[in-house]
């Protein structure tokens, strides 16, 4: 292989949608030609999170397009699905320069991978030393074709990232990595849960680019309408379980310091202006009683965010090794 031929691979996880394989290595062909002059070549992993089906013929490849399927030992979901192909690529490709992990079914485009790539190469040598080279591209999600519905219910899920964790979640696993990137994120616990997440945690410098999804090769979406989604959207507050914590201890501080505040004023009015006010009987026993719940709260919170930094280290594995599952198409 020429030094100067630019190694990409692309993890696409696979649920029941292998029929969405052959169109996918169709396009990827093209983006070949576009990615590096020419120069390039992509390995493309598919992730077979569908372990009931064991893929059996191969579809046709072009020049520089390799495939391989990594058959998981059940179904783990696609987030976990992509999370186990990094990690196995990481293991066993020691010479791919970038990694796009995207969806099987089109809605992800393929075309718009030189696009992410572009904003990761390096321009000057010196720069491949610098953590800034550390850096990932996503696609921002623009125009959708679901349905109303889900359309609503991803942009509540977005307000409820936002309003939860101070942090915009508007991109999904359309993601490129740079080498050292993808290993910083296949070593991070919380890559098996979410990915999108993972990378907003990892602080890593990340670019945005503006992609509109496309309609599917063929099928429908297993994802399962709203409610595939609110449970996403779980996953995505479980990894990002530091920064609710720390959202709801300033809020619950907020209130605690106006808490103190308004149980002075009860004192006052009780005891010094009572003679001065004609209140309801027991106003002042609710009040405190209001009070001591907030207190209550801000307790709660503080024992939630300690909760949190324990467990930043506990040790969290799959019950299996993604690096020694069978690899199908590897010929």
Sequence with gaps: MNPKTLNVAVVVPCFED????????DELEQVQQQISDK???IKVLVVNDSPWI?????????????????????????QTAIACGIKWLIKHDPNFEYLVSMDIDGEDDPHKIPLLISRL???????????????????????????KKFIASYELYKFLTI??????????????????????????????VHLAATVIKSRIPTTKVKIDRRHRYTGFSKMGGSTGLILHAFKAFTVLSDYIAVRLLRFNFSLAVFSIFALLLVVILRFVLSSYFTVFPGW???????????????????????????????????PFSPEQCELYWNE
């Design 121 to 147: 190469i390096s321009k000057h040598e010196n720069e491949k030393q610098a953590a800034n080279y550390r850096r990932i591209a996503v696609a921002k999600r623009g125009l959708r074709r679901e349905g």
């Design 54 to 78: 064991i893929p059996d013929k191969k579809p046709l490849l072009p020049d520089n397009i390799y495939l391989s399927c990594l058959q998981l030992p059940f179904n783990v979901g696609h």
């Design 163 to 192: 309003l939860l964790t101070g942090k915009q979640l508007d991109f999904g696993n359309f993601i490129a990595f740079s080498r050292t990137a993808a290993e910083i994120i296949a070593a991070t616990p919380e890559v098996t």
């Design 284 to 318: 002042a026993s609710l009040a405190i009683l209001t009070i001591a719940t907030f207190f209550c709260l801000t307790t709660l919170i503080v024992f939630s965010l300690c909760l949190q930094v324990t467990k930043r280290s506990m040790h969290r594995n799959l």
């Design 39 to 41: 120069n390039s070549m």
């Design 18 to 25: 292998f029929a969405c394989v052959q169109p996918l290595v």
